[in-house]
């Protein structure tokens, strides 16, 4: 797929008579900011449409405005065309069985994840972006599209999730583009901090801390990693969600050019989050990439894979050699 130009999308847009707009699955900050920013502005620009993430929206996410529109369930007829924010590879869209039955229907794709299996038709991919938030606060100015305060915050939230509040960007966009939202729309970064890492719950602390307890060190590979079962969160009655940002806490470790928290999300299925630093200056969107379904930042990256803990850490343990 050959990227599109902001103007030629703009017309697809506008000649499509129904839009289907979808997320991937286990949708973080980025991927409901821009399904939800995309959301308000085909209802500003009169535009039937229909915001899908199959997984549903995360409970840590559901403060944001408009989180309640977001469907779970295909819609039940076809549309003109589909647009897929953020998700990588096709098969996260969760839409299979939908594209089955309504072949003929164009994907147009926004997404700051690498080149991979994205399957669209038309669109942009590109990774100089921080987030897929700011690849549509891009559009929007292409499109001449004046944002509101609703629209401000939710790409607000995609810009800051995904840059980590900026600690995995090196360069200054995306902070000039929150500056410019906090000076017109009044965009307070510190609450939408607060919403999204400052609701821990008191299990959650305690079980973060038998996870970090049970760290190690690669010292041939030379990263650390952690991990937890599905059993053990079933057991604290959390879910992964609850433990969101433990990564990061590992991500502070003076040792190992990176760190790797592995999840057993079911039976034999298996995430990888990895996290590294400027400082330690190691491309753990590379190192995602070798699981096919993988990506993200240079520093932030993660991946899901068939298999057990043990055998995601072989793997990880492999490449981090070369």
Known sequence: MKNSSFKEIEKIISKAKRILVVTHQGPDGDAI???????FYLKKIKKPHYLLCVSGVP????????????????PKTSYDLIIGLDYGSKWRLG???YIKKYLKIPIL???HHPIADQEANIGVINTSYSSTSEIIYDYFKSAKFKIDKKIAYVLAVGILADTGFFKYISDFKPLEIMAELMKKF???????DNALYGQIKFEALKFSGKILGRTKYEAKENFVYSWFKRKEINRYHLTTDDLNGLVERLRNLKNGRFALL???EGKNRIRGELRSRPDKNYNVAELAKKFGSGGGHKYAAGFRCK????????IVAKYAKK
């Open 33 to 39: 900011g821009s399904l939800l920013a995309f959301g």
């Open 262 to 264: 592995l999840t057993e």
């Open 307 to 314: 298999g057990t803990i043990d055998s995601a850490l072989k």
């Open 186 to 192: 009044k965009i307070k970064p510190i609450e939408i």
């Open 95 to 97: 839409l299979n069985g």
């Open 109 to 111: 794709v926004f997404d």
């Open 59 to 74: 409970e840590s996410l559901k403060f944001i405005p408009g989180a309640k529109l977001i469907k779970s369930k295909h």
